[in-house]
């Protein structure tokens, strides 16, 4: 067998595929109805369940950076969240509703400066942040914040 042969019968075998192929004009020729008839069984319908919808919690993690637990806060029944600064009260409602599966009845939410503190000589200042206040109704609870 030479170098070149490998290449012969590769272009043999395209060619007897291209001739047993039906042309465009051909259709391609049907199994006996019998073997069909076998083959689905219409006396089971077919269930059709209907796609959950699940939500995106990508970006509601990226609203929400951390709960804050402080006495106040739990004595009055009001969660905190510490969040991304560049949020809105909207999309800080829908990621409670989201990650945590309850709706909140209001969104308050406080900006928070960045305060002056010193290294010895130098001086700079800490970063600014936001924090959401969360209101919920009667009888909603965020789980993470049980026990605590």
């Known amino acids: 067998m030479g170098l070149l042969d490998k290449f012969k019968t590769k272009t043999k ?17 049907k199994a006996p109805r019998q073997a069909r008839d076998e083959k689905v069984d219409k006396s089971k ?9 699940k939500e995106d ?5 990226k609203v929400l950076i951390k709960p804050l637990i402080t ?3 739990t004595a009055t029944g009001t969660y905190l969240f510490a969040v991304n600064p560049k949020t809105n ?16 009845r209001k969104v308050n939410v406080i900006n928070s400066g960045g305060r002056q503190v010193r ?18 109704n009667e009888g909603d609870k965020i789980d993470t914040f049980e026990g605590v």
């Open 13 to 29: 075998k395209k060619e007897q595929a291209i001739a047993e192929a039906p042309q465009k004009g051909e259709q391609k020729p």
């Open 45 to 53: 319908k077919p269930v059709i369940k209907a796609a959950k919808k």
């Open 57 to 61: 919690t990508k970006n509601a993690y």
């Open 71 to 73: 006495e106040k806060a």
């Open 89 to 104: 009260k909207q999309e800080i409602k829908k990621a409670i509703k989201i990650v945590y599966g309850v709706s909140p």
């Open 119 to 136: 290294w010895g000589q130098s001086k700079g200042s800490t970063k600014a942040w936001k924090k959401a206040i969360i209101y919920l």
